[in-house]
């Protein structure tokens, strides 16, 4: 089978394809033929920097084995699942545990599942970090990105009065004004409005002070970037403010009730046509580099897929 790896850390330019016996599914893991794998700027980030290690995530496609102890699972071979990848998840076969797993609904694609389900689970759960309570108002960063794109129509769908997309881009506008978005602000913009109850920050770094500062007082800002950042206690003390970290594996772990319930609200919302995620690119998985590359400009509109 293929797959793509790096041996050194760096751009897309050290990614390339290599050949590999099949992975074996150990102990509650279940082996997919792969159809869809969803592109992430955390992956991104960590080909850049560190070791170099397996290009996991998620990933959807159809049961070719099961492993030990997964006979009360619920999947058979056949079954059309989707669900995170621990290892090589850029490949054509890869394992997933049956703790992520779910099945991919008849009528939908294994790109909507990967552009669906965990982008929506982070959206989701960040909101709910943030305690988002009706008629609040909401200002998403890096709106345009896989998470942020749902994260914009769901908090419409959750009550959300007002909704601020910030983006790098001001080509992004239009975009994210289809989403839903009330306003479109630039992270360059000297003022981003009147301040918000909430901010859902996916940015970090340096702009994780002006994140803090869109905040209206007793506002809550839920941090899920992989970029880091520090706030001022001042800042915080100042306004009486609340910084939130929000972690996917911790929800798993922890509140798997709940990951499955808002998995399953996922679905029934794409099923009736009131949340459907935008893909901005679907590009072969030897195209890998040329993925990567996407994200790393920012240029993309929505979710970016690989397809074996």
Known sequence: ????????????EVLFVEEASAPRPGTGELLIRVEAIGVSLPGVRRVRGGEPQPLGGEVAGTIEALGPDTAGSGFAVGDRITGICFGHGYADLALVHTATASRVPDGASAVDAVSLVRSGLVARGALDAAGLRPGESVLVTAAASGVGQLAVPLARLLGAARVVAAAGSPQKAAFLRGLGADEVVGYDQESWGE???????????ELLPRAVAALAPGGRLVAYSSGGGTVQAYDLLAGAKSVIGFQMAHLLRTRPADYAAWRDELWALHAAGRLTPAVHATVPLERAAEAHAIIERRENLGKVVLVP
């Not at 089978?1 to 897309?12: I, K, L, Q």
């Not at 918000?196 to 770094?205: P, S």
């Open 195 to 205: 301040p918000v109850d909430v901010v859902l920050d996916a940015v970090g770094g």
């Open 1 to 12: 089978m293929r797959r793509v790896v790096h041996t050194v850390s760096g751009g897309p």
